[in-house]
């Protein structure tokens, strides 16, 4: 089946670290991959996505590369901000007719401190 | 630019008592998805639909239901409501193709 794995959190970093956080994926046929954010007491956005193998999603200084033969889509800021806490969810979309299901891994949570 | 509205933001029901979580898109899309959310547990699938008058069940539909009648509203209904439908409900929608999903600013639910 289709599923997404998330490095657990809660992640702790100081302002201007590097943050990684990590996503795996099993997905049949050819997914599409999306890392949504949600900034306390609000819904999910999308933060970034990659529809096809080696593809570089981006956006607000965040990056993550479709890495088909490493099944992963690791987010990545090389210099996060107080503004940056929120929860992060990585998550695939399969290509399958009407289906527009998105599959959603459990959110990582990331505190920054200034 | 309105996107995904979803009505009541915060709502105390007792055990038992019946309500209808609101949520209407103005983006004319085709998809439209009811999550919950609990603490730690990520984003669970209650209902979706894929156009007007069809709809389907997610992950955990039990204890809930729902209807398109219209490309812009999808209600989500709960029926006897239990303390375990304590939780943060997100309706989404989208359009066809590879399109993101728009989410609503959600409805904080509490069972007591």
């Known amino acids: 089946g289709n599923s997404v794995t998330q490095m657990e959190g809660p992640v702790t970093l100081s302002e201007e670290a590097f943050l990684t956080i990590n996503c795996t994926y099993t997905a049949t046929g050819y997914p599409s991959l999306f890392w949504y954010v949600q900034y306390p007491g609000e819904g999910l956005q999308l933060l970034l996505k990659a529809t096809k193998a080696d593809d570089k999603g981006s956006n607000k200084g965040f990056e993550a590369t479709y890495r088909k033969e490493t099944t992963s889509f690791h987010l990545e800021k090389g210099s996060v901000q107080v503004s940056d806490s929120a929860v992060y969810f990585c998550a695939l979309r399969v290509r399958a007719g009407n289906n527009r299901k998105l599959i959603w891994g459990l959110g990582t949570s990331l505190a920054v401190n200034p | 630019n309105a996107g995904v509205t979803q009505t009541p933001k915060f709502r105390i029901l007792k055990i038992g008592q019946s309500m209808t979580l609101q949520c209407t898109q103005d983006?004319?899309?085709?998809?439209m998805y009811w999550y919950r959310q609990d603490p730690g547990m990520g984003l669970k699938l209650i209902y979706y639909s894929v156009g007007a008058g069809i709809t389907d069940k997610g992950e955990v539909p039990n204890g809930y239901n729902v209807s398109r009648s219209t490309t812009e509203d999808f209600p989500l209904r709960l029926e006897l409501a239990a303390p375990s439908q304590t939780s943060v409900y997100f309706c989404?929608?989208?359009?066809?193709?590879?399109?993101?999903?728009?989410f609503g600013q959600g409805t904080r639910l509490t069972v007591v």
């Open positions: 989404a929608s989208s359009g066809t193709g590879d399109t993101e999903a728009f």
């Open positions: 983006m004319n899309h085709n998809y």
